[in-house]
């Protein structure tokens, strides 16, 4: 790929450069696809869809678009338009639940569940991964758009059309939630193995 800034690649894209917005799609996938996997508990099909929407319509209307200051921020924000337009209008994959699976959306782990799922992790990643999966929704998303997008408060805060204080509070919340937990963790396997 050439080097080019992400504003000079747009604006040839938007001079209707299909080589720029080939470079575009390709620098970019990679994150839309993980980050709209992680909003919606949907297909893969489903997310990579509303992406190739997402980038049907910018080539559709580039003459009429500006140039973002972030364009991943700009694609991030347009693919969650994008999967929840769908969803409001139920466009998604639908698939009926068992009752089993009714009643497991509606019971919460106990805590010593919660313990022995991580317990059974078999390397620090693996752990993290299932402490941040118990994390609310919300706190997720925030936690994933700065340690994962690397974007910034202010750009969270437009994404989960919150502002900027809260976004810092949702991220804020989350990594202290996790300091916690992996606290007792380490405490729980301290006392196990010092006993």
């Not at 917005?21 to 980050?35: D, G, I, K, P, S």
């Not at 690397?150 to 900027?164: F, H, S, T, W």
Request: proline letters at 3%; a negative charge; charged letters at 30%.
């Amino acid at each position: 790929m050439s080097e080019q800034t992400e504003q000079q690649r747009w604006d040839a894209f938007k001079a209707g450069d299909e080589a720029a917005y080939t470079e575009l799609y390709q620098l970019h996938v990679r994150a839309m696809y993980r980050y709209g996997l992680s909003l919606v508990a949907a297909s893969e099909a489903f997310v990579l869809d509303c992406i190739h929407d997402v980038f049907t319509e910018i080539w559709v209307k580039r003459t009429r678009l500006s140039t973002p200051d972030n364009v991943r921020f700009y694609l991030l924000r347009a693919l969650k338009t994008r999967i929840m337009h769908l969803l409001e209008r139920k466009e998604r994959p639908y698939q009926s639940l068992s009752e089993a699976d009714y009643e497991d959306l509606w019971s919460q782990p106990d805590e010593l569940e919660q313990q022995e799922d991580i317990a059974e992790a078999t390397n620090r990643q693996e752990r993290i991964k299932l402490l941040i999966a118990q994390l609310p929704p919300r706190q997720q998303e925030a936690l994933k758009l700065r340690f994962v997008e690397n974007m910034d408060y202010g750009q969270i805060a437009e994404v989960l059309e919150v502002n900027k204080q809260s976004a810092q509070n949702l991220v804020f919340r989350a990594v202290e939630k996790l300091r916690g937990r992996l606290l007792g963790l380490l405490l729980t396997f301290s006392i196990i193995f010092l006993a």
